[in-house]
């Protein structure tokens, strides 16, 4: 479970998070939506500790990611976080098999002549085969998705953030990635953090959904609740992504 | 007037956060270069591309460089005194204890360095370094230990070459042009060139490997914007490499002689 209380960050005088606070339960599919530049990678970010929040706590299974300094328990607690970046993220001088077998080195004590069953496994999960040897320049924009996701699920991790996973796909490529997201939770029961600005997908595959506005949360509950909130930032973004 | 004294104000305290942020990179490279397993893959790989790649223009460099200044020498002495004298000990002199050191540094602080700014300014701007730490490993320990291990052990070999293939190009030029034969010619380097000398044309480099390695990894790790911020950070890390190598070499020359080295 994630607890997240009274959360703040800034950069320079734009408060971009303000004294935000919500908890996600395991097995969740927890959606935040939201317009662009509201802060919803900031807190996502700020979850996995990839931004340091200016104040506020982030208990992740009881411990608090937010004010350790101690960087090996750190990385004990983001072993937990699995993270699939807007663009991938992939590590252009590795291959496929490189960058969905890294974390295992460094997370894991699992021997190495057993990456390669892992690697095959992980990729077959997210629908890919044969690409092991392939460099991500060599890759269409969802391939590199996959792989992404793959490498992330490679550690198994307890909750895995997607930042914005399906921004710049054709429709196509955009229900993939929405199959993928919610076969992960499905098949491996992961718990899921989702930040995007697309209201349609977020309401299709979300147990909950928060509307993020001058940073906080400003409605946070079910899809079918949701589509019903009386909240005017809600009804207006509502409006706006025509599902009124 | 107001305006020149704020923007004096922000200036400096850009350059104090500037100078705070490099020191906490450094610290960082420090815990995990003792606290971690060395990644000797990277580390090689790193060497490879830092040092056995620059051999080739820092050879051309060294080798150019000594022949121009026995060239030079030569002529002068010829004029003044009607033979070339000392040519060997005025451009042995010169390689090893500056010219070697200096140029070789601002050779790879040109060539590596850029190299080092935009991969890693480039990994900033695709988020590869925030993966790194959601993969478990922090980018100091994967990133900046093997480029600043590779940097403090191929610079200083590299100068040593480039020493030596200087002192050969003189050794071309003196030969062909100044009819000095090579036995007085390195007669002259060796009689007069102590192991001295060599040290401290030596422990500069690493002086100047630790700053090449610091500028290039830190203005990597601080890049923003895109490509553009990419280009900028390259460009900035090799202008002000090159001008920190000339500006060290002068305050460490200084404290190696005060030193007695």
Redo the contacts between chains.
Sequence with gaps: MIEVRNLCKSFGDRHILDKMSVTIRDGELFSVIGPSGMGKSTFI?CL???IAPDSGEIIVDGEDIASTSD?FRL?RI??K???L???G?????MNVFENVS??LK??TDIPKSEYPKIVREKLALVGLKGVENLKPAELSGGMKKRVALA??IA?EPKYILYDEPTTGLDPVMTGMVRDMITDMRDKIGVTSVVVTHDLKLALNISSRVAMMSGGRFVECSAPDSFRTSPNPVVQEFMRISGLE | MKNIVGRIGKNFLDFSGALGSAFLMFKSVL?WAFRSKPELSETARQSVKIGVDSFVVTALTSFFTGMVLALQMGQTTRNLFNEPLYVGTIVSFALVKELGPVLTSIVVAGRAGAVVTA?IG??KV???I??L??????PSRYLLVPRFAAFLLTLPVLTIFADFIGIAGGCLVGSSQLSIPAAMYFDDVLTYLSFKDVMHGYVKTYFFAFMIAMVSCYKGMNTKGGAEGVGKSTTEAVVLSMVLVLVLDYFVSSMLVAVGL
């Excluded at chain 1, 993220?89 to 001088?93: G, M, Q």
């Excluded at chain 2, 730490?133 to 922090?138: A, E, Q, V």
């Design positions: 970010k996995i500790r990839l960087e990385a983001r072993r976080f699995g993270y970046f807007q663009e993220a992939l590590f252009d001088s890294f974390g460094y997370l490498r992330s550690v | 815990f991969e480039t990994m695709t988020e590869q925030d993966a730490y959601t993969l478990g490993t922090n």
